[in-house]
């Protein structure tokens, strides 16, 4: 299956500053998160018959354009099942349909599936192009560096689950939302697996430590200066809290951590 990409310049605090936008196939055509509108994608739009419009999920960097072109393609707007008022919100239309993970969308004589791959945000699909083809993985995974994943929209817990799916999966290529594409996915998601794997260690050892505020533990849990981000890291770090209160290695309550009674 055909798979083109045409990164565009968004508000994103991705540190690539763009978003990836997708079209899968040709005749007919799917386009995947577009988040916003140039003249190039006008160009890609009217060049091919984009039959469907989908988005790996529905933060504001992904979306932008899903309007704007499903107007001007009279394509079939999809939501996932159960969060069509959050599609609605996002985007600014009410879908044409909804999908379920598992749900496969025909494209000429092949077909693109959906699988569920929460974490990032609680919506988060991805999209299987073809039998066993390469996934497009939206905020899942990125080549360089790592992707946010800070509560209380971003869940710890089934990030990791997500990774570890895709990589049994183990498809031949990873196409992300931002950045270039993956071309060995099992390298970058066992990279994934283990940069957040230490950083739990690092957020367990401080609260075991006697760290009990989210600063108190993100001074404790990072070395490097975070200015500018600090609130993304916060957040990461309450990801992590939360993941370690439901294993019941800290006990956590939204404010402050604990070792766990007993401990
Ligand atoms: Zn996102």
Not at 140 to 165: I, K, Q
Request: glycine share 8%; hydrophobic share 35%; aromatic share 4%.
């Amino acid at each position: 299956m055909d798979v083109q990409t045409r990164s565009v310049p968004v508000p994103t605090r991705a540190p690539s500053g763009d978003t990836n936008v997708y079209l899968l196939g040709a005749e007919p055509a799917i386009l995947v998160d577009p988040a916003t509108q140039t003249p190039e994608l006008d160009r890609l739009v009217r060049d091919h018959r984009v039959e469907h419009i989908l988005v790996t999920h529905t933060h504001p960097d992904h979306v932008g354009a899903v309007d704007s072109y499903a107007a001007q393609t009279d394509a079939t707007v999809w939501a996932r099942y159960g969060r069509t008022d959050r599609f609605r919100d996002a985007t600014g239309r009410e879908p044409d349909r909804t999908f379920t993970p598992g749900t496969t969308i025909r494209l000429g004589d092949t077909r693109v599936r959906v699988l569920t791959a929460p974490g990032h945000a609680p919506d988060h699909v991805v999209f299987e192009a073809g039998r066993s083809g390469p996934i497009l993985c939206g905020d899942c995974a990125v080549r360089e560096g790592s992707v946010v994943v800070g509560a209380p929209e971003g869940d710890m817990r089934a990030y990791v689950t997500t990774l570890r799916r895709l990589w049994a999966i183990d498809p031949p290529a990873l196409y992300p939302g931002h950045g270039p594409e993956i071309d060995a996915p099992r390298e970058t998601l066992e990279r994934l697996l283990s940069h957040r794997a230490k950083r739990e260690q690092r957020v367990h050892v401080a609260v075991t430590d006697g760290a009990e505020t989210l600063d108190e533990i993100l001074d404790r849990a990072y070395e490097k200066d975070l200015s500018g981000v600090r609130d993304l890291a916060r957040g990461t770090v309450a990801a992590h809290l939360e993941k370690l209160d439901v294993e019941g290695r800290v006990a956590w309550d939204g404010r402050r951590a604990a070792p766990p009674d007993g401990d």
